[in-house]
């Protein structure tokens, strides 16, 4: 659309070329391509208006605040003035979401949500147009941004819908709406300090966008979630329960450790055995909650289980690397909650060789982070012979933990960077070494020394 056009929808006022054409949109200046609309939005370090001449260099417009002191847009762009650009650029992807009229299917829960819309993403777009958020683009401030620059054939968009606080699902379906498919993954305790009620306050959150769902869509549960059984209660659309006990289900899992799993995918509507190249039967699960929202968009078990075939691990989320020392290097860097650190544990524990796993702090955990550390430092000393706690106070809760588990091997080390060169000088053939903890530890960084690459 064009400037001018933006502006109507906004209720802005256009200076410079108000028929320049914008064909997506971006909020971080860095991430500007050509013919995007910057929005300029307050940071918590910076002012994206400060950002405005630089992201016009590159792009088509910018959606500014009315009282900011600008320069003029040069020759062939244009600024839209509006009073609060927030709430205007919310506005504009709510308007572009209903101007495209795509099939939408959000994926929201506290584990694995990012994993189960790619899953769904590779598996649905076997078959359709599809696009996806990406990175983490799950936020109010990303996913708009990602949803106004999908390609123009989409037909299916597979939104991961991620908060931190109560109100920010709400405002997403807002924006998503309707929500032709919606998927629960497991509800955990994350981002508890935002939550005074614990995992109660985040199962009332996370449902604020069941009345953003089209009654004439599909809600798709887990069924071993006693917290999501609510949820069905709350929708007049279809309702698929997936685990034991449900409309889907697995059957005859073979665990083949860090080589993934194969079992047999029981759908709505058929059977089909599933070759899954990814590692922990948690992976299985995810696979199980993608497949059965898959089957709300049309796909037959044996189109699942082939497209299932290709799935990898995305980065940083549990990919698998063999070092060229000898050891197996697992990346799981992106981010840490209890329950996740739990299952990978448990991952590495079934692995051969000697068990290596660099641990950072898990953050946003409020009143329950000591408890929560505690517990997995005692998990780790069952799962590993080598610790590597990464962090301060957190971390050396989790190896003090560990030591009096009977875990004699723990090593405390203060960041990243630290904890790639102690684990650098010890690594040997036939090790096998989990990298996880909270994105702010920053233990990609680990993982990028030990592959002899630059953290991205």
């Not at 936020?139 to 920010?168: D, K, N, W, Y």
């Not at 408890?371 to 080598?386: D, K, N």
């Amino acid at each position: 659309m064009t400037a001018l056009e933006v502006a109507r929808i906004v209720g802005g006022a256009v200076a410079g070329e108000a028929g320049v054409v914008i064909t997506g949109a971006e909020v971080d200046s860095r991430r500007v391509r050509p013919g995007d609309l910057f929005v300029a939005l307050p940071g918590e370090r910076c002012d994206g208006h400060q950002f405005v001449a630089s992201a016009l260099a590159v792009g088509a417009a910018a959606l500014v605040r009315s009282t900011a002191e600008l320069a003029p847009p040069p020759a062939g762009r244009a600024l839209v003035r509006v009073a609060d650009p927030l709430p205007a650029y919310w506005e504009l992807a709510r308007h572009e979401r209903e101007r495209c009229g795509w099939t939408v299917a959000a994926v929201t829960g506290s584990v694995g949500k990012t994993t189960v819309k790619d899953f769904l993403a590779h598996l649905v777009g076997r078959q359709r147009p599809t696009g996806a958020t990406t990175g983490n683009r799950n936020s109010t401030l990303g996913l708009p941004a990602q949803l106004m620059s999908l390609p123009a054939a989409t037909e299916v968009f597979v939104a991961e819908a991620g908060m931190s606080r109560p109100g920010e699902l709400g405002l997403l379906g807002r924006i998503l709406r309707p929500i032709g498919v919606l998927v629960y993954t497991r509800i955990a305790p994350v981002h508890t300090e935002f939550f005074a009620d614990g995992l109660e306050g985040i199962a009332r959150a996370k449902g604020e966008l069941l009345p953003h769902l089209d009654p004439a869509g599909t809600l798709v549960i887990n069924a071993a979630d006693p917290r999501q059984a609510a949820y069905a209660e709350a929708t007049a659309a279809r309702v698929l329960r997936y685990g034991d006990g449900g409309d889907a289900w697995i059957e005859r899992l073979e665990d083949r450790g860090l080589l993934g799993t194969s079992f047999d995918l029981v759908v709505p509507g058929g059977r089909s055995r599933v070759e899954l190249e990814v590692a922990g039967r948690h992976q299985a699960e995810n696979l199980l909650a993608a497949a059965t929202a898959a089957t709300a968009l049309g796909l037959t078990a044996n189109e699942i289980a082939d497209a299932a075939q290709d799935l990898r691990a995305a980065p940083h989320r549990g990919r698998v690397y063999r070092l060229p020392g000898g050891a197996v290097l697992v990346d799981d860097s992106y981010n840490a909650s209890p329950v996740a650190v739990a299952r990978m544990l448990e991952l590495l524990a079934a692995a051969p060789g000697r068990r290596i796993a660099v641990l950072g702090e898990m953050y946003e955990l409020g009143a329950l982070a000591d408890e929560a550390h505690r517990e997995v430092g005692v998990q780790a000393a069952r799962s590993c012979e080598l610790l590597l706690a990464v962090g301060a106070a957190a971390a050396r809760r989790l190896a003090e933990a560990a030591r009096a588990a009977g875990l004699a091997a723990v090593e405390l080390v203060a960041d990243a960077d630290e904890a790639a060169r102690v684990l650098g000088a010890r690594l040997a053939a036939g090790d096998v070494v989990l990298v996880k903890g909270s994105r702010g530890v920053g233990l990609d960084r680990t993982v990028a020394a030990l592959l002899g690459e630059e953290a991205a």
